[in-house]
């Protein structure tokens, strides 16, 4: 099928049982020395997780019913809304990929983990801005621009708390034991030299009026691009082949794909001002450019099915797997959704309505929220010495995840399209936009707590895997195959 | 080698970033640089600039945008929301709230089109007093519950007010309701501003 995968890797001929066991030994070793400081940012991401799908959930029943709790001022819609978006965002998905980054650095570079002092600087540090943070937003003082709403103080600490993060593994990368440098790692060292810098010059207050504006939407669209994403990809990845038990497809697809999604995904921001008060070229140079980001997101989602192609039966007994095979799934979903997105045709129709948020959803939940998933999956046994105890649990966290973001994006999708339209035609009073959308915001609400009970799920199974509660297994806690527990 | 192949992956790295951020944001910046305010935008005064920090607390930019949108594109024209909006109308605004959601109608010229300020304290006490069917919050900690309105106090009207007691908004209220009121855009803009920074959305 192909000349660059070679079988041969995998089962090398020759290897003594003595290297073999060495080698093993050494990655338990290496696992050994990223264990606490993934922990602390896995179980701090989880907890943000839980509390900000709690406010999503409030955020999204204070639209069906305006009036509840609507004498407290500190959970107004206006208020909660954002801090939903930074507790997952920046608490969630930031900590919880910088733990999958922590244990993927040490495996990838082969060498234990160096300046772990920063590393828990880093996490009491990050949380601090993050409830700092939180808190400011939610008594009124809030920046005012989206994605950017954390007031200095805040965003000064979790800049820094960035920085000691990346220095650790710079200098973890600095020290690897191997000549060849894997995908996931140009994803996440590129993460760390960009995310810093878009963090500070986004919060240094450096615009004013239509220019803030268009550094507000290329700071949102980028934080995307230089972060959140890397953390994504990075993931599929590792745990693809590495679940399967096969190299990645091509190498230079994935290295096509890195540069070209460097080059593109940088220039989409404006696509979020189009009709705005904006220089048209400006705004055209990012509809281009999220047009063109079909070239690194083909090249991602063909090296990936071809990596899986004839062996996806693996997700019927694979956790990891099959959190991880939805989020790469979602990710091509998304990025061809959002090229097309861009197009001043659709987005004449849905750029002030709640299909974006439907798209959000896709990115940030569907697929990078579901490889977190997917990794954690997989890393938390071998750092904590314990496997996932109840496999019917992770199955109850999957299909509550997966029907709910299905229904959460189904119905804000056709409910923001129609309410597009209504918009977009002028007979129709303002009001009837509004009303029009109820019973798909109620629905997107329901589809949200289902969401919400699926993280305490998972939050709970964590906790016990951490207290190593539950029973002792001596097999990989996979879907099927439950007569190995063994009851102690 | 492998020190070379390290410094030209960051290099590249690098520029891939800086490119996009001069592109996208350096330059239009730097074009509209030279955007002179129109004669008859205002500054805003204390209170009004008070008030749109009181605007900013409440966040009320997640379900209002502050911009309107060209002829042929969406129909902002046929509903009355003013002409587009240029560069030159959002000079003064630090941080900008153009907003990315209509969950609520636009508000660019709000002022214009509902210059009340009996209907604006109402719709900020409860918004289901003047709109049927809105969806936006109620916001009491604007007001005030007093026995007797003081001086220069204005007392809200209410259908179902508490007993023995009259409600008045706070400065808070008083500070967001002359946002409101300031926001008029409807002066014209000159051919030579327009022709400059809104080549934007003919379709």
Redesign the interface.
């Known amino acids: 099928m192909s000349g660059f995968r070679t079988e041969k890797q995998l089962s090398p001929e020759g290897v003594t049982t003595a290297e073999r066991v060495n080698d093993e030994r050494r990655r338990i070793g290496i696992d050994a020395s990223a264990t606490s400081p993934t922990v602390l940012f896995l179980a701090s991401g989880i907890a943000w997780l839980v509390v900000g799908s709690l406010l999503g959930v409030i955020a999204s029943f204070?639209?069906d019913l305006?009036?509840w709790l609507?004498?407290y001022?500190p959970l107004?819609?206006?208020?909660v809304?954002?801090v939903h978006l930074n507790t997952v965002t920046y608490g969630w998905i930031s900590l919880a990929g910088s733990g999958m980054i922590v244990w993927l650095m040490g495996r990838l570079c082969r060498t234990e983990i160096r300046w772990p002092g920063l590393l828990y600087a880093s996490a009491v540090l990050w949380n601090t801005g993050l409830l700092l943070g939180s808190v400011l937003v939610v008594l009124?003082?809030?920046?005012?621009?989206?994605w950017l709403e954390f007031p200095l103080p805040a965003a000064v600490i979790i800049a820094l708390a960035f920085v000691l993060f990346a220095a650790s593994m710079f200098r973890t990368f600095a020290a690897r034991q191997v000549?060849h440098v894997y995908v996931s790692l140009?994803y996440i060292?590129?993460s760390m030299?960009?995310f810093p810098?878009?963090y500070v010059?986004a919060n240094a207050g450096l615009?004013?009026?239509?220019?803030?504006?268009?550094?507000?939407w290329?700071y949102g669209h980028?934080a995307i691009t230089?972060w959140f994403t890397p953390i994504g990809l990075a993931g599929a990845y590792y745990f693809i082949p590495k679940v399967i038990g096969r190299p990645i497809y091509s190498y230079y697809l994935g290295l096509l794909g890195f540069?070209s999604f460097?080059?593109f995904y940088?220039?989409n921001?404006?696509h979020?001002?189009?009709?705005?008060?904006?220089?048209?070229?400006?705004?055209s140079?990012?509809i281009v450019a999220s047009l063109m980001m079909f070239v690194p997101v083909l090249a991602v989602a063909v090296n990936h099915h071809m990596t899986a192609l004839g062996h996806l039966n693996i997700v019927a007994y694979s956790p990891t797997l099959r959190f991880v095979v939805f989020g790469a799934m979602s990710y091509t979903a998304v990025s061809f959704q959002g090229s097309l997105e861009a197009t001043?045709s659709v987005q004449?129709v849905t750029?002030?309505?709640?299909y974006?948020i439907a798209h959000a959803h896709l990115g940030m939940y569907a697929f990078v929220t579901m490889i977190l998933f997917g990794a954690i999956y997989y890393i938390l046994p071998r750092i904590a010495k314990w496997e996932w105890p109840y496999p019917h649990l992770i199955k109850i966290h999957f299909w509550l995840s997966a029907i709910g973001i299905v229904a959460y994006f189904g119905s804000l999708t056709v409910g923001g399209w129609l309410q597009g339209l209504a918009?977009?035609?002028?007979g129709v009073p303002?009001?009837e936009?509004?009303?029009l959308?109820g019973p798909y915001l109620w629905a997107r609400s329901i589809s949200g707590t289902l969401m919400t009970v699926a993280h305490c799920v998972f939050a709970y199974h964590f906790a016990l895997v951490i207290y190593r509660a539950g029973p002792k297994r001596f097999a990989p806690a996979w879907f099927r195959k439950a007569e190995e527990v063994v009851a102690e | 080698m492998?020190f070379m192949r390290s410094f030209v992956?960051?290099l590249?790295?690098?520029a891939?970033?800086a490119?996009?951020?001069i592109?996208?944001?350096g330059?239009?910046?730097l074009?509209?640089?030279t955007v002179k305010p129109p004669a008859d935008l205002k500054r805003y005064t204390g209170e009004q600039l008070y008030g749109r920090n009181v605007y900013?607390?409440?966040?009320?930019?997640?379900?209002h945008?502050q911009?309107v949108?060209?002829v042929g594109?969406?129909?902002d024209q046929?509903?009355f929301w003013g002409r587009?909006?240029?560069?030159a109308?959002?000079?003064?605004?630090?941080?900008?709230?153009?907003?990315?959601?209509?969950?609520?109608?636009d508000l660019f010229n709000i002022a214009a089109r509902q210059p009340s300020e009996g209907w604006h304290v109402l719709h900020l006490y409860n918004?289901?007093l003047v709109?049927?069917?809105?969806?936006?919050?109620?916001?009491?900690?604007l007001f005030d519950e007093k026995v007797t309105a003081g001086p220069g106090e204005k007392a809200l009207l209410l259908p179902d007010p508490p007993r023995g007691r009259v409600v008045v908004p706070n400065a808070d209220g008083r500070a967001l309701v002359a946002y409101l009121l300031s926001l008029d855009h409807t002066y014209p803009v000159s051919q030579v501003v327009a022709a400059d920074?809104?080549?934007?959305?003919?379709?």
């Open positions: 204070k639209l305006p009036d609507g004498t001022a107004t819609f206006g208020r809304r954002p009124g003082y809030s920046g005012g621009m989206e000549e140009w060292l590129a030299t960009w810098i878009l010059i615009y004013q009026g239509v220019g803030e504006a268009a550094m507000n290329w980028n230089v540069w460097a080059l940088n220039w921001g404006l979020h001002l189009v009709g705005g008060p904006l220089p048209t070229w400006a705004i140079v990012s001043r004449e750029h002030f309505t709640h974006t918009m977009n035609t002028a303002f009001i936009t509004v009303a959308t | 492998m992956f960051f590249g790295v690098l891939a970033f490119l996009g951020w592109g996208i944001v330059m239009p910046d074009m509209l640089a900013i607390r409440e966040g009320c930019l997640y379900c945008s911009q949108r060209a594109f969406g129909a046929a509903r587009p909006s240029v560069p109308d959002y000079l003064y605004d630090k941080p900008h709230l153009l907003g990315t959601m209509r969950t609520g109608p918004p289901r709109m049927k069917g809105s969806l936006m919050p109620p916001y009491p900690w920074d809104t080549a934007h959305t003919q379709k």
